[in-house]
């Protein structure tokens, strides 16, 4: 029986972070992990990434959080184990 996607989280709240989030959150609820809690809540707040690139409103149903170097552990601690 095949799985189904629950959730996304996309690491990074760069152009194509926000990119491929964008994408996903049509399908599955997506957040974005950052390392900068300012950007984070721009983001969130105005439903834009302020650089020069990306220049698209994100959609609301996006949530950045600043979880980077806790995912970082994570993905190192499950590579690590499962092997």
Known sequence: MAKSIE???IIGSGNWGLAL????????P???WTID????EHINSNRENPGEFFKYPLPKSIIVEKKYIICLEIFLLT????R
Do not use: G, P, Q
């Open 79 to 82: 590579r690590c184990t499962s």
């Open 21 to 28: 989030a964008s994408v996903f959150s049509n399908c599955v």
């Open 30 to 32: 997506t957040k974005v």
């Open 7 to 9: 959730k996304i989280i």
């Open 37 to 40: 809690s300012a950007m984070a």
